[in-house]
DNA sequence: TAGAGTTAATGGTATAGACCACTATACAAC
DNA sequence: GTTGTATAGTGGTCTATACCATTAACTCTA
């Protein structure tokens, strides 16, 4: 019986560093549970069976493993595995940024009225969420939402990404951005951070909500997320206080 | 020269495993942090010097810094060094906690003081939804919550369960309302749902947050249930919005 | 003085090995 | 059948070490 030279390399792990080992791993492993190769509840390979697999030390595994639980793709149990988990209730959240599909829920018409659609700047705390230069360029879309032809909202996004110029040319009073997005320039919104405060109207929204200044609002940013974990928008939305509720479901 | 038959044990890590050494250390920094020791900004010990100072593994150490880390009590810049981080009130809406776990997590000294503790009959709204008939008894348990002795919300719970009556004997002053479900009525709060919306203070509550009338505020209202799926807390809340700022995270 | 190179310190990654606590299973003893 | 017991596999913790990438301070040079 011969040895192999070197051990066969397992596909996908390349050691001439473009990126952590770890983090290679960890991708592999998010690509077989988001494919459905592996469904929730199943055993993941053990630890020591992933280290020996890819030639990897143990720790190197279980660095991979870790981040994959805290972001709760997998959980570990003592004595028995590590498990693919299931997906989770807050997945159901399509409420809170399908504005369209929330509308129409409630039994409402939505429609959008696009008030600026151009090129800019990208401002620091934007360009810092989006992972770019400040000073880059940047589409910016403001829209103002509305349901039953009644304003609802004014949404500004912020979006970077190859080939984001052509987003100029397309008419967001008839599709809606995600769509264009999934469709024509393969960007599928997969994740998104959410924040939402109380504030009050500004004078800039004031005249397109039909509120008066100063009248109660909620305030969202987000951070939207493609396929592959790139930011690609930057949100930033008013919502009129006395019109519009966010519903959550926790676990 | 003779070597001490032990090596000085440092103030607070016990080698004799009652809890793993990490997390002896990790509790021993976010005290630092918490008790202002360690002030916003500041540099925190390198993860070399603190394996030094207590004589564990630099591995060790940085795994307590981790955990810190992914509580957004402290960040990391390389080559630099770690520092604390400022104190943000975002609260996570992608977990259920409690006021009292979710103001620890950010350093903060939770307080409570009770407003309102009595026997009272449901309202329609809340008797629909914690399944019941109008008019039936609920505890009703009015709370001023606070972070460092600074107002933050003011939270009515109404509760109904088997024994709710004991309740009213309860010092939720001290005790958190969940801890106590958890260990003496066999409550444990496995989901919720709840909703978030835009309002103006009221006068009720505008002197307890000290804010001033119509100033904007959070305010939600949550069902809570328990491990069985029973609806037991109605819970309405409002939120300084000056102060609070809720975090979703989407996938 | 301005710039370029050096150096020391930091966090980031990776390895190899060790022992513990817990779980499931197989098998022997009752 | 039931009850232990041994065993192997798993995740949990910990050590010791090594090298890399980035940062900041210092030093030397033009």
New interface residues.
Partial sequence: MVEPLSKPIMAGIDRQHPLPIYYQLKELLREKIATGVWKPGELVPSERELSESYDISRMTARQALNELV?EGLVYREQGRGTFVAE?????R?SR??GYTDDMRERALRPSSRVLRLEMVEAPLHVAAMLRIQAGAPVVLLERLRLADEIPMAVETSQLHFNGMEGLLQEDFARNSLYNVLTTKYDITP???????????CDQHRQGALQVEVGA???HTTRVTFDQRDRPFEYADSV?R?DR????????
Avoid: W
């Avoid at 997906?87 to 997945?91: A, F, I, S």
């Avoid at 997969?190 to 009050?200: G, K, L």
């Avoid at 519009?244 to 676990?251: A, K, N, P, Q, W």
């Fill in positions: 805290s997906p989770k209730l807050v997945q959240l809170l940024t997969a994740r998104a951070e959410q924040q939402i405060e109380a504030a009050r109660p609002v909620l919502y206080g519009y509720i966010f519903h959550v479901e926790l676990t």
